[in-house]
């Protein structure tokens, strides 16, 4: 079946399923009553998902036209986010080819296009990116759907990536940060602004070898944390240079202790 086929070559590469998990799937797949190739005893409404909001949907339901079926006075909200996707992945819903807002009650006989949120979605009506949610516009950025399907999120992103540095790399590629991120400049205590300081200046906060061997640091203007260069602060650098590109101008102090 041409569905099952598809779902397989889903599960192995894009998922990492082992065989056992993909045959599972496989089998599941032969039950499913709302296919658009099965017979359905009544109409239901038709997703279609573009580009990367298919990486949301279950396997099975990605890169085709499928039927879903809806709660009565079910909104496009309720329906796209029971599929996986949170709203705050959305951009643009056609239903029957013309724009419709997430609040649209859905129609059994509904045809919907979903399509994923873009950059310029966020700058056409949002404040400048800070990462916080604080409930006034910020950018949430989670991997938590849950959390993102929240009414009073209006701007956020399903982080894909698993591990810290493949997350780092696609929020600044997602939000465009590359030419915009100002490494070691804000304190990791209280994201207060850092300053260069002199050695006499907080020599008295300093360890003694740390005293003797650092001639560069800098201090936080809100809760007064010293930085320096140290190993840590090494390793860190490698990792915001392999992200942003070593090439790029730094535009502050580069320390952190
Ligand atoms: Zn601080």
Not at 41 to 49: K, T
Request: net charge neutral; proline share 7%.
């Amino acid at each position: 079946m041409r569905g099952a086929s598809r779902m397989n070559a889903n599960a192995s590469h894009s998922d990492g399923l082992g065989a056992g998990a993909a045959a599972a799937l496989s089998s599941m797949l032969v039950h499913l009553p709302f296919r658009a190739d099965c017979h359905s005893p009544r109409p239901m409404p038709r997703f279609r998902f573009h580009d990367e909001l298919n990486d949301l949907l279950r396997p099975d339901l990605r890169d085709c036209i499928f039927e879903w079926p809806c709660a009565e006075r079910a909104t496009a909200k309720h329906a796209i986010e029971a599929l996986g996707v949170p709203h705050t992945e959305v951009g643009r819903v056609l239903v029957d080819g013309h724009p419709a807002g997430l609040g649209h009650l859905l129609r059994e006989t509904d045809s919907l296009e979903v399509f994923p949120a873009a950059p310029s979605d966020l700058a056409a009506d949002a404040p400048p990116p800070r990462f916080l949610a604080d409930g006034d516009g910020r950018i949430v950025l989670s991997r938590d759907r849950g959390l993102l399907e929240h009414r009073r999120v209006t701007h956020g992103r399903y982080v894909r990536a698993r591990d810290t540095d493949g997350q780092l790399r696609e929020v600044v590629a997602r939000f465009g940060l590359r030419e915009r991120a100002r490494p070691f400049t804000r304190c990791l205590e209280c994201n207060g602004l850092l300053r260069d300081a002199g050695r006499d200046e907080v020599a008295d906060r300093l360890p003694p070898r740390v005293a003797s061997e650092q001639s560069g640091f800098t201090l936080c203007t809100g809760c007064g944390r010293v930085y320096w260069p140290g190993s840590h602060w090494r390793r860190l650098r490698a990792v915001v240079d392999a992200v942003l590109g070593e090439g790029r101008e730094r535009a502050a102090p580069d320390l952190c202790g």
